[in-house]
């Protein structure tokens, strides 16, 4: 039996292990062991519990309790975390998401001990060193085994890194596999889309109409953390509020950021919107049904500006760049960073647009079987346990 340890800690990577977890069940429960390590990243209810319950994921095996601190200790502390528990399980992959610090310290402690390493979402560049989410995921791709990415754009990237797309079975750290593989939040929309449906109530509570809204997220720590960003985002939205609703559920970071004195008038200024519908961080149901009915979705987040694809909804993107390019290559989603008078403009031009066309390019909602496939395929080429510690 293949036995894997899942790394999660972020909000999306516990939607994103959903989807994995899903396949195993469905797919290789006796093939396939899982156990889930989640570092405690996050923390709150609303960013960590409620998506367990809700998506059927099984509770995690381990939490290391890590909680909120500056990069360097917060990734050390899971590396220290994780690498203890790679020695106990000896799993015979570990399994990271995405470019979080739990995706970094996952990579630096299975590295170490020769552990090889899945990246779901391997390829994705946003060629911006100022992130720390690019710094996370470029060196996760260059210590990983198997990489899937999601998007062609992701596995050319990869190519240009030097990545041999000839490369074959057995993969090893030395030798590893690159796949173009689709999207495994796409695989969620899919599935969750009528679950949400039948189950969210979240419209109604708020007294919304459909396609008589905006949703919109904001959590970067360049939107968050340089004043005149924050203050341009959060002054657009204000100007959107006078033509349309504006539905916010705010990520955690953001509140402690706006509750702060520097911001106390816009805070005040936001909180006394009648036209501005501030939430506590939703559960993924509500979360799509938001992005389902929204008529224009405004968001500096990876996912959501995808969910905002997937579900054909156009996107204002909070940042002057994206790892998700062919989004913005249709034309449904445009890029204005922290902008106020490109953000106005662009809510203009989407105000005015009709007919939009969606093409299928995140895949056909299967990428976590392939992936599973092909992790057990390496796995029994592999043929014997030899890469692992002694
Ligand atoms: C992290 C990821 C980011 C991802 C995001 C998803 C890194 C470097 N960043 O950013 O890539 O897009 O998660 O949401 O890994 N907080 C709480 N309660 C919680 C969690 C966080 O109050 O449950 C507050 C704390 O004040 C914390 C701050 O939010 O300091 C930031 O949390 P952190 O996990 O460091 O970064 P995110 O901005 O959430
Ligand atoms: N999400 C959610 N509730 C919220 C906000 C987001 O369930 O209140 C979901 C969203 O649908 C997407 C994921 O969280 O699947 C995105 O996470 P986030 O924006 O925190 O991080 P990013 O994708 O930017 O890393």
Redesign the pocket.
Known sequence: MLKIITVIG???QI?KAAAISRAIKNNYPAKIQELIVHTGQHYDN?MSNV?FEELGIPLPDYNLNVGSARHGIQTARMIEGIEELLIKEKPDYIVLY???NSTLAGAVAASKLNIPIVHIEAGLRSYNRKMP?EINRVTCDHLSTLLFSPTKTGYENLKREGFNQNATSHYNPDNPGIFHCGDI?YD?SLYFSDLAESRSKIIEQNNLVKDKYVLS?V??DHNTDVKENLENIFNALIKISGTIKVVL?L?PRTKNVLKADKHKALYEKIKSNDNIIL??????L???SL?KNAALVI??????QK?AYFFNNPCIILRPETEWVEIVETGNAILCGADYDKIIEAFNHFENQDKMKFPKIFGDGKASEFILKTMIDNFIIQGNNSHKFT
């Not at 968001?299 to 959501?304: C, E, F, L, P, Y």
């Open positions: 972020a909000r999306p939607i609303n998506f995405g470019d979080t989410e939040m969620n997220t959590h970067r559920p990520h939430l506590a961080p939703v559960s993924f509500d979360m799509i992005e968001t500096d987040s990876g996912g959501v969910e």
